[in-house]
């Protein structure tokens, strides 16, 4: 038997996902641009899925674009920045995903200041972000939950940081946070938080790779690349409607609306709570304001990469860091160092993430077999 303990780098595409994605692409194959009978089809389909969506949400369907997922929705929020004829200051934390960590390389280039900002043991300073808000600040980038260590951001706090220094300095600060670790996992009110845009991605929730969601309410965001203009010009490119209801299916699955919990959630909480009392290696994650589909733990001095492939050859398929760098293994290392974590423990870290479909039996077993690779190598 299999025990997929990766979840945070994609989970399995739902039954019901997977059939929405047939169905569409059999019965609404036309393009919605086209201006015949059966392109009125697809936009009328596309429209209505984004109106559902929006209503779990529990935003307007005006401030949602279809994108290619957490990546892409991200980079077009940071190159939007590129347009602006006076480069400024960009506030970015150090412990984003790649994808907003490597784009301020792109920024220094086009004479943006980029400060990056530490979180120690996996939590922004409030007062420090304060203190880094000059009158320059275009834009701050924090996620929401940490993909490798699962600590959670109170966004809502630090955006009322922003939106006060925006009073004081009379001009507009964009707040962009990475939600996509927790869309379906933990509760939250978009219009509450206040944020002016978010990410997210449908392969973290059970639905197909290749589709996620930008919130955008900056109406008059410049993307970067331009085409047909759909998606209100901020997306071009012939849209993807069997991903997209497909992942409306996935979405339909794991929630109501976004500010309730998920139906499982009691059930990861417990799963996270043996995995805490019972592993034998040293737990990494925070024990306060985490979100409980990730527990990151450390095999030190053992290699974190030859721990994985042992548990590989045993069937347990965990994760070294981050799933989307080409060195995987730096990537989450050079996170757990931001969140002034030992370098040591850092290079030994490993990942458990957990799903809605991850059962009791299955931690129990996988935690076993984790105990005894570690009691006869890293111990």
């Known amino acids: 038997m299999e025990y997929y303990l990766d979840n945070a780098a994609t989970t399995k595409i739902s039954k019901t996902a997977l059939q929405a994605y047939f169905d569409t692409a059999d019965n609404y194959f036309a393009n919605p641009s086209a201006n015949y ?7 009328n389909k596309l429209e209505k899925t984004r ?12 401030f949602i674009y279809f994108t290619s ?5 991200n980079s077009i929020i940071l190159s939007s920045l590129l347009w602006n004829n006076s480069p400024g200051e960009v506030i970015i934390s150090k412990i984003e995903h790649a994808s907003i960590a ?9 004479g943006w200041t980029v400060k990056t900002i530490e979180a120690p043991k996996g939590f922004i300073d409030p007062n420090k972000l304060e203190d880094m808000i000059t009158e320059r600040t275009r834009m701050v980038c924090i996620m929401m939950v940490n993909n490798v260590t699962g600590s959670v ?19 507009k600060i964009h707040f962009h946070s990475d939600t996509v670790q927790a869309l379906s996992k933990i509760p939250f009110d978009l219009n509450k938080i206040d944020v002016d845009s978010a990410s997210f991605s449908a392969h973290k929730f059970h639905g197909p790779r290749g589709i996620g969601i930008l919130y955008n309410r900056q109406i008059h965001l410049q993307p970067l690349s331009s085409a047909g203009g759909q998606e209100r010009n901020i997306r071009g490119g012939t849209e993807n409607l069997p991903a997209i209801v497909a992942m409306n299916a996935a979405l339909d699955e794991q929630i109501t609306t976004i500010s309730k919990k998920p139906l499982t959630y009691d059930k990861i909480v417990e799963m996270n709570s043996y995995i805490r009392e019972n592993l034998h290696a040293e737990i990494i994650s925070p024990d306060k304001n985490f979100s409980p589909y990730i527990v990151s733990f450390t095999v030190a001095p053992f290699p974190s990469e030859v721990f994985t492939r042992i548990l590989s050859d045993k069937n347990i398929f965990v994760s070294s860091g981050s799933a989307c760098s080409n060195n995987v293994k730096a990537k989450g290392e050079n996170i757990l160092k931001a969140m002034k974590i030992d370098s040591t423990k850092a290079k030994g870290s490993i990942r458990l993430s957990l ?7 299955n931690i129990k077993i996988a935690v076993n077999e984790i105990n005894a690779v570690y009691d006869q190598f890293a111990k």
Not at 37 to 43: L, N
Not at 102 to 110: Q, S
Not at 355 to 361: F, Y
């Open 69 to 73: 997922g957490g990546t892409e929705s």
């Open 51 to 62: 109106e559902e969506i929006a209503k779990k949400l529990e935003i307007s369907p005006d």
């Open 153 to 171: 951001q109170d966004i809502e706090s630090l955006v009322k940081i922003v939106r006060k220094k925006e009073k004081e300095y009379k001009r």
């Open 102 to 110: 490597r784009f301020a390389r792109i920024l220094k280039e086009k």
């Open 37 to 43: 009978t059966i392109g009125h089809k697809a936009k």
């Open 355 to 361: 799903c809605d479909t991850t059962t009791i039996e």
